[in-house]
């Protein structure tokens, strides 16, 4: 009793039960005891009143991210796994976290350390953080051991535990560099996930000029699921487009310097419109993009000139 159940239909459509003695579920296609189901082993298949049959099993960890109350945004399922294997999050790990929102990404960074690892999160909303703490126990049936929840900012966190993953999950993850940099271990690995193009451009550029950090590398992931049935193979009509970016980078030794970057920057990156965190950017000299605007484009070599047409012209 009191367990969370998915039924679904022959159509595919799930519904979330909390099981309670004596109630039923009720559609149009009949009503389900909740006492049938109680005792039943997960993967069972239960016929309603009106005759239709259902399928009956505990929700995963994604099926309860998308269907738990929410206070901020959740992190998608296919984001949440990305995060959890390019931060490379093992058993054990200690993860600071910035930004538990409704506590999505912070059920899968627990169930990635175990109980021998540790997450302490920082949340600034007080309701954000009541509705994180309320998802998260539902999930793993009381409040994890492993995990610290605080109400604050992690950008004025002082003496931090040192820790082997830090995740950023906010809207301004350069103002947090510092503490993550103070607390993070050498070769650590720092995560951020932002929605927007300006956003990831900022932290990045952010990452570069800070010194402390590897090259930084930003993407984003898209899910299409396909159709498959007999000889109809095709794309689904809808997908899980962009949900937001990642941008991942290792923490230097203390006092190491990173190596130059031996690829030049796009011309005009650096120009003078642009006024970012990297606005002199050592690989481009100043006024490359005058110098780009005013060239003139070179002709044609032999090589690659254009082939004469055969015979004569009309």
Not at 54 to 77: D, F, N, Q, W
Not at 148 to 163: K, M, R, S, W, Y
Not at 292 to 311: D, F, M, N, V, W
Request: aromatic share 6%; hydrophobic share 40%; charged share 25%.
């Amino acid at each position: 009793m009191g367990d969370r159940v998915v039924v679904t239909d022959p159509r595919g459509r799930r519904h979330v039960l909390v099981l309670e003695s004596g109630k039923a579920f009720f559609t149009h296609r009949g009503s389900l005891a909740h006492d049938d189901l109680i005792g039943q082993p997960e993967g069972s298949v239960l016929t309603s009143s009106g005759g239709t049959t259902y399928l009956a099993m505990r929700p995963s960890l994604s099926e309860h991210v998308m269907t738990m109350p929410r206070g901020a945004a959740v992190v998608y399922p296919k984001d949440a796994a990305a995060i959890v294997g390019l931060a490379d999050i093992y058993p054990g790990a200690r993860v600071l976290e910035a930004g538990a929102g409704s506590g999505s990404l912070t059920s899968f960074l627990l169930r990635a350390v175990g109980s021998t690892g540790s997450v302490l999160s920082y949340e600034r909303r007080a309701d954000f953080a009541e509705t994180a703490t309320k998802n998260i126990s539902k999930f793993f049936g009381g409040r994890p051991a492993q995990w610290t929840l605080v109400v604050g900012d992690l950008a004025e966190a002082t003496d931090l535990p040192p820790v082997d993953r830090v995740i950023l999950d906010m809207l301004a993850p350069w103002d947090c560099l510092d503490a993550a940099a103070a607390a993070l271990e050498p070769a650590g690995v720092i995560v951020a996930y932002v929605a927007t193009t300006t956003q990831m451009a900022r932290f990045v550029e952010t990452l570069r000029v800070d010194g402390r950090f590897t090259e930084p590398q930003a993407s984003e992931t898209l899910v299409r699921t396909w159709h498959v049935e007999g000889l109809a193979v095709r794309p689904d009509h809808r997908m899980v487009g962009h949900t937001g970016f990642l941008v991942v980078a290792r923490r230097l030794a203390d006092g190491a310097a990173l190596p130059a970057k031996r690829a030049r920057p796009a011309k005009g990156a650096y120009g003078a419109d642009y006024d970012g965190p990297a606005s002199s950017h050592p690989d481009e000299p100043a006024g490359s993009d005058d110098a780009a605007s005013t060239e003139r484009p070179r002709r044609l070599g032999r090589a690659s000139a254009i082939p004469k047409r055969k015979g004569r012209l009309p």
